[in-house]
């Protein structure tokens, strides 16, 4: 099994539909993130945390909105998704310890908004 | 975090090494350097980190000029799996870091 496992894979909605990915990791790191990838483009972060009640915005956080609802779960809500939010999920996790920037990524969540 | 500056595309052929160079001219003294690789639209794989010293992996050398204000990713006998996106990122450890990444190195291997 993936240490770090992301539901939906792939998810088709409609403009104005509220959506939720959900992170959840076995790794039992306490930070935990999200970003955004678009085509031929890098990663963009949307928010992360480090610990359950933590939660920071990063590059583009508008539109979007994250629970941490455990140490091992951290989800990622659209609350009215619009097109231009179609886009490559990713989630990550790291260690809280001296390697902070060895980020253990899942497989992606597709997320094409209508 | 430390801005990067990376070229978008290289060629390396099959069997040859791959050197991925990565400028990083702002980094400061306690910002380590990292690098990932993302093989089409897989999640990225953390390949090797470093501060001043080169590094060595299973995976790939990291070579860090003395000023560190550069570094370059070496694989030493690429392969054509190693067809990738190659991203050099800069997070400062111990605070909080928002890991950015760029735009990456698009290294084609070939035949």
């Known amino acids: 099994d993936a240490d770090v496992t992301q539901t939906p894979r792939n998810r088709i909605t409609k403009t104005g539909k509220r959506i939720m990915l959900e992170c959840s990791q076995t790794?039992?790191?306490?930070?935990m993130y999200w970003y955004r990838q678009d085509p031929g483009l890098g990663l963009r972060l949307i928010y992360y945390s480090f610990d359950v009640k933590d939660i920071n915005k990063g590059e583009i956080s508008d539109g979007y909105s994250v629970s941490r609802q455990a140490q091992a779960k951290f989800s990622l809500s659209l609350e009215s998704a619009i097109p231009n939010q179609t886009a490559l999920y990713f989630c990550a996790t790291s260690d809280s310890g001296d390697h902070t920037g060895e980020l253990f990524f899942g497989e992606g969540s597709r997320l094409t908004v209508l | 975090d430390a801005k990067t500056t990376q070229p978008p595309s290289m060629d390396c052929a099959e069997g040859r090494a791959a050197n991925l160079p990565c400028n990083h001219s702002?980094?400061?003294?306690?910002?380590?350097v990292y690098w990932y690789r993302q093989i089409h639209s897989q999640g990225p794989q953390y390949i090797i980190h470093g501060l001043k010293n080169n590094e060595t992996n299973e995976m790939a050398s990291l070579i860090i000029t003395e000023d560190r204000k550069s570094s370059t990713l070496i694989l030493p006998h690429a392969t054509l799996r190693d067809t990738a996106v190659y991203y050099c990122i800069g997070p400062e450890i111990g605070t909080a870091s928002k890991l950015t990444f760029g735009t990456g190195t698009r290294l084609q291997v070939t035949l």
């Open positions: 702002t980094i400061s003294g306690n910002e380590y």
């Open positions: 790794k039992g790191h306490d930070r």
